[in-house]
T-cell receptor, first 112, second 113 residues
Framework: NAGVTQTPKFQVLKTGQSMTLQCAQD?????MYWYRQDPGMGLRLIYY???????DKGEVPNGYNVSRLNKREFSLRLESAAPSQTSVYFC???????????FGSGTRLTVV | GENVEQHPSTLSVQEGDSAVIKCTYS??????FPWYKQELGKRPQLIID?????GEKKDQRIAVTLNKTAKHFSLHITETQPEDSAVYFC????????????FGRGTSLIVHP
């Protein structure tokens, strides 16, 4: 039982490059989330998917897109990376009502 | 929307002392209050949570208290140990509909041996 798996763990991009962060969960959770974590700013929600087939913007969605590929997978795409997107990105999933809220191990992204 | 304030941002204690971290929230509809511990370079992990129908919950050396009238909740760690050193996050949300927790900005707890 892997829980929430994120790939890659580390990535360096040049400004303007694109990339997709992958997230998969094996807990049969309905809801999935993407956060970014910056020093002193806590965890800020980028996008979330309350259930398969739906996605919604969170607090800081600009510069990102998401795809809920199926119940297990929720990807985050940066179309044109900017230095301001340098951060640690966490995926999370939960059952309905927030039970069993679980984070992935994170992706450390640096944009130069 | 919900707003969660967390204090202090940094807390330094001696091993064996108690530590208390406080959070306030704004939305009276919030009914679920989890706490997460994040060790350096690791993912946040749930350590304890409380729902609005109880005022206190304990799990060994950690406890959480909730005051719904005043809209605040606190994490209490007794007999602190160096391995308690981490960043702690509180969160508040409603469990109905789309579950979107609002996180506090975190408290860096340092336990000195």
């Amino acid at each position: 039982n892997a829980g929430v798996t994120q790939t890659p763990k580390f990535q360096v991009l040049k400004t303007g490059q694109s990339m997709t962060l992958q997230c998969a969960q094996d807990m049969n959770h309905n809801s999935m989330y993407w956060y970014r974590q910056d020093p002193g700013m806590g965890l800020r929600l980028i996008y979330y998917s309350a259930s398969e087939g739906t996605t919604d913007k969170g607090e800081v969605p600009n510069g990102y897109n998401v795809s809920r590929l199926n119940k297990r997978e929720f990807s985050l795409r940066l179309e044109s990376a900017a230095p301001s997107q340098t951060s640690v990105y966490f995926c999370a999933s939960s059952e309905a009502g927030g039970y069993g809220y679980t984070f992935g191990s994170g992706t450390r992204l640096t944009v130069v | 929307g919900e707003n969660v304030e967390q204090h202090p941002s940094t807390l330094s204690v001696q091993e064996g002392d108690s530590a208390v971290i406080k959070c306030t929230y704004s939305d009276s509809a919030s009914n679920y209050f989890p706490w997460y511990k994040q060790e350096l370079g690791k993912r946040p992990q749930l350590i304890i949570d409380i729902r609005s129908n109880v005022g206190e919950k304990k799990d060994q050396r950690i406890a959480v208290t909730l005051n719904k009238t005043a809209k605040h909740f606190s994490l209490h760690i007794t007999e602190t140990q160096p391995e308690d050193s981490a960043v702690y996050f509180c969160a508040a949300s409603t469990t109905g509909g789309s579950y979107i927790p609002t996180f506090g900005r975190g408290t860096s707890l340092i336990v000195h041996p």
